[in-house]
């Protein structure tokens, strides 16, 4: 979606508040997307299937605001700034998705606008989180002032802007009423606040579009942590090697930059004292060694205390930002599936598995798999945390297993955590995803061949089976691989304790 409205815009030179928002973060990558689309599409990639939910779900949350306003009109995803000129001359006082073209080529298309008896206009901006955003990727009042600017520069006096956001403390419980699922917050105060401020920004964006070439060596996500990156970053710095800096775990930006003003760009270029925590001076050591750091003695010390069976266990859920079953809040997890491996201390590995038919709470899965593990021996998973905080959140829903949930939670060990300290290995690039430990440290497993690739993959299926009339897909072909998907989670940490339990 983005790459269309993209290249669209390169045609038209305009600016959107989406672009403004990329300019915010990498001006020199909204200046390729704009100047240099084909070359800037080869780094930003297809729009993903979750990518669409988010979307598709952002359009129902736009659905149900809507229904705030009984009287708006409705305006084509196409319609023109002469279609809402129109509209508004015809007297109609509320309009959805009106659309206006400053002179300097700013683009807005405005989720809700309301004419006041004073003539003015109150601007709502719809979004589908459960507060106000403000952080480096989303920033919510940011949109709002351009939302503003571009119709002030119209000739409209914007009096009242306000943010429409889902409720947080909305449980859904039947029919879902837009009263109830949404909460509208008056932000004219601080959108007066911040108002001069942005207007430069956004000129100084509008400005930067109209520039011919850039410097193309180098973009500002350069100082930035990796998680920050934009799209294109290696477009912009295609110097940068294998095992970069940017790959320490957890670095922060102060000190990227202070490497980079030392000139080092290769982590086996990272001084000897330079300032790093512990995990991440046993990593740049590995690099330089190209070998392994394993505190073998501490690791099989702790995994001999832990008492059998071990139950080695993994969730995928399905959240939503308009709920789907009963009980639940905007974008809360439910458990939809669950793969249990056991393994007892004669070495004997049994398997339980358990994957949802219908969008409901997990009352039947809780059954079978106490059943399958009783309260016995230590539940193992990967980032425990994730499956703790599902346990917890069950205990509430479903209140009959919350002595077996507590006791999960109470012998639960994070098998992660021995890659965090005492297993670093160069190749794992600073990450201690159970997809990038296997296939390193048990390369005869990948999940390079299944059909579902990750949780948010397994996510996006299972929704889509279950809340798609139109479903392509084959359900049983799509149920197997959904199973292989989860079942490998599990096998793949049976393995790595196994080969961190070996000679």
Request: proline share 3%; with cysteine; hydrophobic share 35%.
């Amino acid at each position: 979606m983005y790459i269309v409205l993209g290249l669209k815009a390169v045609a038209m030179k305009q600016l959107t508040k989406t672009d403004f928002i990329q300019y915010l973060r990498c001006p020199e990558s909204l200046w390729l997307a704009k100047n240099k689309p084909v070359e800037a599409s080869q780094f930003i990639g297809e729009f993903s299937l979750f990518l669409e939910k988010i979307a598709q779900e952002g359009y129902e949350v736009e659905g149900y605001a809507k229904k705030l306003f009984p009287n708006g009109k409705d305006l084509p995803d196409n319609a023109s700034p002469k279609g809402t000129k129109d509209a508004l001359n015809s007297g109609q006082k509320v309009l959805f998705q009106a659309s206006f073209l400053s002179e300097s080529k700013a683009f807005a298309r405005v989720d809700v606008l309301e004419k006041l008896d004073d003539n003015s206009f109150h601007l709502y901006e719809v979004k589908s989180s459960t507060s106000i955003k403000t952080d480096k990727k989303h920033n919510h009042l940011k949109d709002a002032c351009f939302q503003k600017y571009v119709l002030e520069e119209c000739g409209l006096k914007v009096s009242k802007v306000s943010i429409i956001h889902l409720n947080p403390s909305f449980k859904k419980e039947g029919v879902i009423k837009a009263q109830r699922l949404l909460t509208i917050q008056d932000v004219t105060e601080f959108i007066s606040e911040m108002y001069s401020s942005t207007l430069a920004e956004i000129n100084s964006a509008l400005k930067y579009l109209k520039t011919t070439s850039i410097n193309e060596s180098q973009c500002s996500c350069r100082s930035k942590t990796r998680s920050n990156h934009c799209d294109t970053f290696f477009y912009f710095n295609s110097d940068i090697p294998e095992y970069s800096i940017y790959e320490i775990a957890r670095i922060s930006a102060k000190k990227i930059q202070q490497l980079l003003d030392l000139g080092v760009v290769q982590i086996a270029d990272v001084p000897e004292d330079f300032d790093l925590n512990t995990r991440q001076r046993r990593q740049v050591e590995s690099v330089k060694d190209q070998k392994i750091v394993f505190n073998k003695s501490g690791v099989r010390n702790t995994l001999s205390a832990l008492s059998f069976p071990l139950h080695f266990v993994d969730y995928e859920t399905f959240a939503s930002a308009i709920p789907k079953t009963d009980g639940l809040g905007p974008h809360r997890q439910m458990v939809f599936q669950v793969s249990v491996h056991t393994l007892l201390e004669n070495g004997q590995l049994t398997h339980f598995e358990w994957l949802g038919d219908q969008m409901e709470l997990p009352v039947d899965m809780l059954a079978k798999m106490q059943e399958f593990t009783e309260l016995s021996g230590t539940f193992v998973s990967w980032n425990a945390p994730f499956e703790m905080g599902r346990n917890s959140e069950m205990m509430r829903l479903i209140p009959q297993f919350e002595n077996y949930l507590k006791y999960m939670n109470g012998h639960m060990y994070d098998l992660m955590e021995v890659f965090k300290q005492d297993y670093v290995d160069y190749r794992f690039r600073g990450s201690t995803s159970i997809k990038k430990v296997l296939p390193v440290v048990c390369p005869e497993f990948s999940y390079s061949d299944l059909k579902i690739q990750d949780g948010g993959m397994a996510l996006d299926t299972w929704g889509r089976l279950m809340l798609d009339a139109n479903f392509l897909g084959d359900p049983q072909e799509t149920r197997k691989n959904l199973l292989d998907y989860c079942r490998l989670d599990t096998l793949a940490m049976v393995e790595i304790y196994r080969y961190l339990m070996g000679d």
